[in-house]
């Protein structure tokens, strides 16, 4: 399939231009405000991912938090030192290989409220994210294994982090073991956003006495300590001043003015106290409106001027309208590949789940293309791994980019040109072919089943397909019966789709299924194992982060299970492969993208989920918003950053003797 996603980005992307080129509407919008509309909910959770990884309060997130000392430059396709944060780096490496990275942080750096943000911010934000404290209180406390004695201070064996320092001067260190080197994104592991210690944790500070960085308290003779899950649970879980919901200080290019859970909508005010990004944009429209959006009625309200801005549109339905709206020259239109995918993911921890040739055989029974081709039509693309067509190793497989290969001087010798030529080969030899695909085999299906020990009835008798409805099979002395659930978000036109699609199929073979809408809130607690999980499969869908590094979601140990590993799968082998994969030297492209392959194609056959389908995003909005460059940005939140809502400008006339180029 190489080259076809180009040529499929390339006919969406031509129907957008040709689109834009219409004529203005008529009515002017309010310019000091944008109302941004998504079809996922918030669930309120704008501090941290440690209460989930909901998009949507992603999204506040970037729109609310800012000045981390590294940032993913997508032109080069690597991560580097954003100079508006960091005056200098210096990196030493001590005789067993540790890495110390030393960041000289600028002094004018404020958040909202105006104080100062300083090292000891970014330290703080460190030692809460591990902190058994938050754990208490119901937050997901991370594991950053490759942090310099990382496991003395969270098994309490330390009182300190030693492997993150307070050298003075309001610089930050930190030391990376060197058993967790190479790392392919090796920058990314200095990655960290400040946040208020002031705030979230009254009457604390953070300190290093020359061994490492703690948490201590300001009062020195209060002998009780002041940073307790009972501290954190008014200020960060407060329902009405928590900084989980209502971060009031934040450091990003806006600020959070209300929060309304009941009716999920969020507003926001530009941060005056923001010294802009690393390009020198600042927020420009004064107000913005964060709110919920509906298939049905959304490119109608747009057009009404309801809405400002629709984020990630994805069902056909909905594009076909707001095709049209930008035709009739009532809308604009940014489209972009998503680096993320649809998929039904699977509980594994449930006993019929532990079993991947019954997940096979599922994925046999799923009529992907037909579901495809109701629910989102010639608007995204079939998947079969884990990857989203917008990433950029997928891109690099798949032939729709040149690998970054230096060609030959002219004059080189023919060891250099030899050696070009064989890379160039390899790069060739980069395929997905050899991954293992679910078609629709209800044939196969029952073959995995039969195999699998699937062959009872109710009454542990013989299973006949004339008679009985589900399959059984006896484990440790109990009888288990292929009586399945799904969950979907509610609200969401799927369910009908996957009626038709897997249900009917799944009937066939001796599995039933019923499917079963959940508030999106639920069904991500359900999702994050924070609630128990009475259902067998979840369909949802995700985006990677830019740090493609998944062996903490297929980390077998307990201690990962939940958040990190939503899927309870156990498959030793994949995550060695993850592991392998991060372990690839920074540079070496060609290399990583071998192990990603490898890792693709172990993946498929543990199936953990059920992939589906990746899509290209489209966001409609007012033609009198400016500067909104989606494509070239990772979130609405990041692009909205110098943007700004004016008069119409009328397009450019045509050279003549040009036409305007459509496919037919």
């Known amino acids: 399939m190489k080259k076809g996603l180009a040529f499929f980005l390339a006919l969406l992307m031509l129907l957008s231009t040709c689109c834009a080129m219409a004529e203005a509407p008529v009515a002017a919008p309010n310019y000091d405000e944008l109302v941004v509309g998504s079809t996922t ?26 000045y981390n000392p590294i940032r993913w430059n997508g032109d080069a396709g ?43 911010d970014y330290a703080f934000s460190l030692l809460f994210s591990i902190a058994p404290q938050v754990a208490e209180i119901g937050g997901a406390i991370s594991s950053p294994d490759y942090i310099y004695g990382i496991e003395a ?8 982090l030693a492997g993150v320092r307070l050298p003075g001067g309001n610089q930050l260190a930190i030391t990376v073991k060197a058993a967790y080197l190479p790392f392919f994104y090796e920058l990314a592991l200095l990655s960290v956003t400040p946040y208020p210690i002031h705030v979230i944790a009254p009457g604390c500070e953070v300190a290093d006495d020359g061994q490492g960085v703690y948490i201590r308290n ?60 690393m390009e020198g944009k600042l927020p420009l429209i004064p107000r913005i409106v964060y709110k919920p959006a509906s298939n049905e009625d959304m490119i109608s309200r747009l057009a009404m001027g309801e809405y400002g801005l629709l984020n990630k549109c994805v ?14 020259g009532l809308a604009s239109v940014s489209n972009y590949a998503r680096s993320g995918y649809s998929f039904i993911s699977f509980n594994c921890e449930r006993p019929a789940m532990q079993s991947a040739k019954v997940r096979q055989a ?44 230096e060609a030959p001087a002219e004059n080189a010798d023919r060891a ?35 195999d699998d020990g699937w062959t009872l009835n109710r009454a542990r008798r013989p299973y006949d397909a004339r008679l009985n409805v589900e399959r059984c099979k006896e484990v440790d002395g109990k009888l288990l019966a292929l009586e399945l659930k799904l969950i979907y978000p509610e609200g969401n036109a799927v369910g009908e789709a996957l009626g038709t699609a897997l249900k009917q199929n799944l009937a066939e073979v001796g599995i039933s299924l019923t499917v079963e809408a959940k508030p999106f809130a639920e069904l991500l607690r359900i999702y994050y194992r924070q609630d128990a999980r009475d259902c067998d499969m979840i369909y949802l869908a995700t985006n990677f982060t830019t740090v493609f590094e998944p062996s903490a979601v297929f980390n077998p140990d307990n201690a990962q299970q939940g958040i990190n590993n939503c899927t309870g ?95 037919d």
């Not at 002998?223 to 501290?231: C, K, S």
């Not at 989980?244 to 941060?271: C, K, M, W």
């Open 218 to 277: 300001i009062d020195r003779n209060n002998p009780n300590p002041v940073f307790t899950a009972e501290l954190l649970r008014k200020t960060v879980l407060d329902a009405q001043t928590g900084y989980l919901t209502h971060p009031a200080v934040t450091s990003g290019p806006y600020r959070l003015v209300s929060y309304d859970a009941q009716a999920n909508v969020a507003e926001f005010e530009i941060n005056t106290y923001y010294k802009g990004n």
């Open 362 to 405: 599922i994925a046999n029974c799923f009529d992907k293309d037909s579901f495809i081709a109701d629910y989102v039509r010639n608007y995204g693309l079939r998947v079969d791994g884990y990857y989203g067509i917008g990433q950029w190793m997928y891109r690099l497989v798949e032939g729709d980019v040149e690998p970054p290969v």
């Open 41 to 66: 909910a918030m669930t309120g959770h704008f501090f941290t991912d440690m209460w989930g990884r909901n998009t949507a309060d992603m999204d506040v997130r970037t729109l609310i938090h800012a």
């Open 416 to 450: 250099t040109i030899a050696a070009y030529e064989e890379t160039l080969k390899k790069w060739e030899e980069l395929s997905l072919e050899n991954m293992r695909v679910y078609n629709l085999d209800l044939a196969a299906a029952e073959k995995l089943l039969l």
């Open 315 to 328: 069902n056909a339905s909905t594009l076909d309208a707001g095709l049209q709206l930008v035709a009739d």
């Open 78 to 120: 690597a991560f580097g030192i954003d100079d508006t944060v960091v005056s200098g780096m210096v990196v030493t490496e001590d005789e067993e290989g540790n890495r110390t990275y030393t960041l000289a942080l600028y002094n004018d750096l404020v958040y909202s409220d105006g104080t100062p943000i300083t090292a000891k």
């Open 153 to 160: 201070y969270m098994n309490g064996q330390s009182d300190v």
């Open 569 to 663: 799968i156990i498959a030793p082998e994949l995550y060695e492969l993850a592991v392998a994969m991060r372990q690839v030297e920074p540079g070496d492209v060609l290399g990583y993208c071998q192990q990603w392959v490898a890792f693709q194609e172990a993946w498929a056959e543990e199936l953990p989920t059920i992939p589906v389908y990746s899509n290209v995003y489209f966001d409609f909005y007012t033609p009198y918003l400016h500067e909104y460059n989606a494509a070239a940005s990772t979130s609405w939140a990041e692009a909205i950053i110098g943007a700004y809502l004016g008069d119409v400008e009328a397009p450019e006339a045509p050279v003549e003797g040009e036409e305007d180029v459509f496919f």
